[in-house]
């Protein structure tokens, strides 16, 4: 069966390390509402990288860990909700830096989800152009569209990049997925709106900052997510028990620890990372996944999934066997 498989992954974070603690020196919160209602300890924070470099370096270091050059891709979908530009795309950016000359490149909107969203389109259009390597990318700088100082989103999220390299296999490896979109939702998460002037010449160019319904959102996703696991587990025609790892969207410790007990199996098969790197959107799952790779706690044959949720909002869980 005509199928594509993970070769290689990897991920780059900012070097700027902002903890609970330094959040407290000008806003009003502390460590222990952060740590004990989200899971979160500390978050890495652009300086001056913009998205489009974090994804750049994700991409290179998963290239070099698979011997493949930038002119052997074929495609490079960037997930990301934050951007460089409107255009050129930040996928077109990664490209030309890669020296992708062989690769077409766009980047996918669909916030925490992105990720997964992406991998679902590369292997879809891999399979339909009998294509060799694709490389999918989740990359954010969240900081520029936070304002820091609003407690309910600012001590969320961070910026950061992962990437997947997918190569063409004889064999099967994705056993089923499940994307939803739930759009009369969308202003459950809003960032970066833009409004268009009723006098046109005094357009303010300007982008709205992250807005949350944090609790609608969090009911959402204790719902969504593993109702969405069990429809992608039912199309892979296995049992829940049979997944070896569930790679959630870390956005928040309480949220993966509900989802666990709603789908009866142990927290030891969800690996958590966030306390690291808070809520890096489209990225986040993508930096688990290459963590989990490098550590050696994902092996070849073990059923894997990933399940992201977010913006939109947007559900996707794809089951692959490693
Ligand atoms: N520090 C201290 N107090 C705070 C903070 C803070 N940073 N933020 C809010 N509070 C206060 C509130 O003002 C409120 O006070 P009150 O009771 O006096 O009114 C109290 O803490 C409780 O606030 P809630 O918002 O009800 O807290 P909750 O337990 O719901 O936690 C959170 C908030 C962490 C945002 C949670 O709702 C959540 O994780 N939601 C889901 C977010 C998510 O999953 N997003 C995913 C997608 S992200 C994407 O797509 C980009």
């Known amino acids: 069966?005509?199928?594509?498989?993970?070769?290689?992954?990897?991920?780059?974070?900012?070097?700027?390390?902002?903890?609970?603690?330094?959040?407290?020196?000008?806003?009003?919160?502390?460590?222990?509402?952060?740590?004990?209602?989200?899971?979160?300890k500390r978050r890495h924070v652009s300086n001056t990288e913009n998205t489009s470099d974090l994804a750049l370096k994700a991409a290179e270091k998963t290239l070099a860990k698979a011997n493949v050059a930038g002119e052997d891709l074929n495609l490079i979908?960037?997930?990301?909700?934050?951007?460089?530009?409107?255009?050129?795309?930040?996928?077109?950016?990664?490209?030309?830096?890669?020296?992708?000359?062989?690769?077409?490149?766009?980047?996918?909107?669909?916030?925490?989800?992105?990720?997964?969203?992406?991998?679902?389109?590369?292997?879809?259009?891999?399979?339909?152009?009998?294509?060799?390597?694709?490389?999918?990318?989740?990359?954010?700088?969240?900081?520029?569209?936070?304002?820091?100082?609003?407690?309910?989103?600012?001590?969320?999220?961070?910026?950061?990049?992962?990437?997947?390299?997918?190569?063409?296999?004889?064999?099967?490896?994705?056993?089923?997925?499940?994307?939803?979109?739930?759009g009369d939702l969308g202003d459950k998460l809003v960032a970066g709106h833009s409004e268009v002037e009723h006098d046109f010449l005094k357009n303010k160019h300007q982008l709205s900052t992250f807005t949350m319904a944090g609790r609608e959102v969090y009911r959402f996703a204790t719902h969504q997510v593993p109702s969405s696991i069990i429809k992608a587990a039912v199309q892979s025609k296995i049992d829940l028990d049979e997944i070896d790892h569930f790679l959630l969207h870390q956005a928040n410790k309480?949220?993966?620890?509900?989802?666990?007990?709603?789908?009866?199996?142990?927290?030891?098969?969800?690996?958590?990372?966030?306390?690291e790197y808070g809520n890096t959107a489209a990225a986040s799952e993508a930096i688990l996944l290459a963590e989990c790779i490098q550590k050696k706690i994902i092996k070849k044959n073990d059923v894997v999934a990933l399940s992201g949720f977010g913006g939109g909002l947007t559900v996707a869980t794809l089951i692959f066997r490693f």
């Open 1 to 40: 069966m005509e199928d594509v498989e993970f070769t290689a992954a990897s991920y780059a974070v900012p070097d700027q390390i902002i903890s609970n603690d330094q959040l407290t020196q000008f806003m009003d919160t502390s460590d222990e509402w952060i740590s004990k209602r989200t899971g979160i």
């Open 77 to 182: 979908i960037v997930a990301t909700m934050s951007p460089d530009n409107m255009t050129p795309s930040t996928a077109a950016i990664v490209q030309g830096k890669l020296g992708a000359k062989n690769a077409v490149a766009f980047d996918i909107s669909a916030a925490c989800s992105g990720f997964s969203y992406g991998i679902a389109v590369a292997r879809s259009m891999m399979l339909a152009n009998g294509w060799q390597n694709a490389i999918v990318i989740g990359a954010e700088v969240l900081s520029k569209l936070l304002d820091w100082h609003d407690r309910s989103t600012a001590v969320l999220f961070g910026d950061g990049a992962g990437a997947v390299l997918l190569t063409h296999s004889s064999e099967q490896h994705l056993l089923g997925q499940d994307l939803e979109t739930f």
């Open 254 to 275: 309480r949220i993966i620890e509900q989802v666990a007990r709603k789908l009866h199996q142990p927290l030891v098969k969800f690996p958590i990372n966030i306390a």
